[in-house]
């Protein structure tokens, strides 16, 4: 089985202290750093761009994974890629409007790992012609645009079948779930076939941020 890793999502960070964050998590045991791009257009919010990212570049050697909830993701990767990012997930949705194919290879000749995502709404259908060009699939298990919202388990069904496609292929794909995962429901998933945790609430409101990162791998 993959390793189970964890990747805070700094939009649940305090963000007046946002350095300091960011070396609490990486000490307390955090794989990754999830920077959650936000646009106002393809999701109901804005959150920050590649200037904070930049910022959270200068505080980690940790791997960024952007996931970038925002229109036109190929106008935007050139800048992601310069402001550190390790790993760039767009939207599959079409009201993301970009050329879903074309923004993979442009992330790939970037050198970050390429990622997919969908939407609670949209059918895994949408995700068939792109598979064997990802090296990650994000599995929302929340609809985009806030943190704190609460795990939507039908998403499962996703996760299994993400997994399902792995046992036919070599080079698996990392499976990553994010939105309202916290010690249980990230118990749910990786029994599903998840193996990158997002969370942002259950650990930046909780005292204790090792104790938590633990407990959403099951150590
Ligand atoms: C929501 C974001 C999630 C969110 C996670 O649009 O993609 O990464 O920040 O939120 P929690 O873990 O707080 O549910
Ligand atoms: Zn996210």
């Not at 997994?163 to 249980?184: F, L, S």
């Given at each position: 089985?993959?390793?189970?890793l964890?990747?805070?999502?700094?939009?649940a960070?305090?963000?007046?202290?946002?350095?300091?964050?960011?070396?609490?998590?990486?000490?307390?045991?955090?794989?990754?750093?999830?920077?959650?791009?936000?646009?106002?257009?393809?999701?109901?919010?804005?959150?920050?761009?590649?200037?904070?990212?930049?910022?959270?570049?200068?505080?980690?050697k940790?791997?960024?994974?952007?996931?970038?909830?925002?229109?036109?993701?190929?106008?935007?990767?050139?800048?992601?890629?310069?402001?550190?990012?390790?790993?760039?997930t767009?939207?599959?949705?079409p009201e993301?409007?970009?050329?879903?194919?074309?923004?993979?290879?442009?992330?790939?000749?970037?050198?970050?790992?390429?990622?997919?995502?969908?939407?609670?709404?949209?059918s895994?259908?949408?995700?068939?012609?792109?598979?064997?060009?990802?090296?990650?699939?994000?599995?929302?298990?929340?609809?985009?645009?806030?943190?704190?919202?609460?795990?939507?388990?039908e998403?499962?069904?996703?996760?299994?079948c993400?997994?399902?496609w792995?046992?036919?292929?070599?080079?698996?794909?990392?499976?990553?779930?994010?939105?309202?995962?916290?010690?249980?429901?990230?118990r749910?998933?990786?029994?599903?076939?998840?193996n990158?945790?997002?969370?942002?609430?259950?650990?930046?409101?909780?005292?204790?941020?090792?104790?938590?990162?633990?407990?959403?791998?099951?150590?």
């Amino acid at each position: 089985m993959s390793k189970i890793l964890v990747a805070p999502s700094i939009l649940a960070a305090d963000f007046s202290n946002l350095a300091e964050e960011v070396r609490k998590v990486e000490s307390a045991g955090a794989d990754w750093i999830h920077c959650d791009i936000m646009d106002g257009h393809f999701v109901d919010n804005i959150s920050f761009g590649p200037m904070v990212v930049e910022v959270v570049r200068k505080q980690t050697k940790l791997p960024l994974d952007v996931h970038l909830m925002i229109e036109h993701a190929d106008h935007y990767v050139p800048r992601f890629v310069d402001a550190g990012a390790n790993s760039i997930t767009v939207h599959v949705e079409p009201e993301a409007r970009h050329d879903v194919g074309k923004t993979l290879q442009q992330i790939r000749d970037a050198g970050c790992r390429v990622g997919l995502t969908l939407n609670p709404a949209t059918s895994f259908d949408l995700l068939e012609p792109f598979l064997d060009k990802i090296d990650m699939l994000l599995v929302m298990t929340v609809h985009p645009g806030f943190g704190g919202q609460s795990f939507r388990a039908e998403q499962m069904e996703k996760v299994k079948c993400a997994a399902e496609w792995n046992k036919t292929r070599d080079r698996k794909i990392e499976i990553e779930v994010d939105g309202g995962i916290n010690p249980e429901t990230a118990r749910v998933s990786i029994q599903n076939g998840a193996n990158v945790l997002v969370a942002g609430t259950s650990i930046f409101r909780s005292g204790d941020y090792a104790k938590t990162i633990r407990d959403l791998r099951g150590d």
